[in-house]
């Protein structure tokens, strides 16, 4: 069974940058797994930020970038804003029609 | 614009059934595969179940094969997602999605589906 990995949590400062990551808990991630990244705020419906490992969805910033990084999938996000302060979940294709989530990252902002 | 409205959910008992509708407009429909995902109340996203353009392939997590199972009508643009035996753990929202590269391009808002006696 394919597990997906996030941190938990993670906390950055007003205008820092911080890199989330998406993994395999056997494995490495590749642009194989087309990876993709999805920003959720409490009682809303997730927004997708990036698909297919770097490309950005219509009307998102530049602030948030996608990447693969050793042997993850990553999101950056640069100049953090109050407003990013979200829930923030990767998913990976694994073949078959099927997609696995990761359990999403917590993003503080503070 | 690219809209997904999803409709249908409520309350059911377990063991019960439950059909779930997905309007879309602003896409060429029948060109995209769609999907299906659900979060629990105060958990994480779950892939459920995709479909193809012409409906030659389906998809499913091991949890809901056998009880539910997705459609298309690309007529009426819509999507939907019968489901059957309903259990406890299936209690949650239901968010309709178009694909892109193996992922999720453009969300619904969502129909929360409770199961309980």
């Known amino acids: 069974q394919t597990v997906v990995t996030q941190e938990s949590s993670f906390s950055v400062s007003p205008g820092g940058t911080v890199t989330l990551t998406c993994g395999l808990s056997?494995?490495?991630?590749?642009?194989?797994?087309?990876p993709s990244w999805y920003q959720q705020t409490p009682g809303q419906a997730p927004r997708t930020l990036i698909y297919?490992?770097?490309s950005r969805s219509s009307g998102v910033p530049d602030r948030f970038s996608g990447s693969i990084v050793g042997n993850k999938a990553a999101l950056t996000i640069t100049g953090a804003q109050a407003d990013d302060e979200s829930d923030y979940f990767c998913?990976?294709?694994?073949?078959?029609?099927?997609?696995?989530f990761g359990g999403g990252t917590k993003l503080t902002v503070l | 614009e690219v809209q997904v409205t999803e409709s249908g959910g409520g309350l059911v008992q377990p063991g019960g059934s439950l059909r779930l509708s997905c309007a879309t407009s602003?896409?060429?429909?029948?060109?995209?595969?769609m999907t299906w995902v659900r979060q629990a109340p105060g958990k994480g996203l779950e892939w459920v179940a995709n479909i193809n353009q012409d409906e030659s392939d389906k998809y499913y997590v091991d949890s809901v094969k056998g009880r539910f199972t997705v459609s298309r009508d690309n007529a009426k643009n819509s999507l939907y997602l019968q489901m059957s035996s309903l259990r406890v753990e299936d209690t949650a929202v239901y968010y309709c999605?178009?694909?892109?590269?193996?992922?999720?391009?453009?969300w619904g808002q969502g129909t929360l589906v409770t199961v309980s006696s």
């Open positions: 297919n490992t770097n």
């Open positions: 999605v178009r694909d892109c590269f193996g992922g999720a391009s453009h």
């Open positions: 998913v990976l294709y694994v073949g078959s029609g099927a997609w696995v």
């Open positions: 602003g896409f060429n429909f029948r060109s995209y595969w």
């Open positions: 056997s494995g490495s991630v590749s642009t194989n797994y087309y």
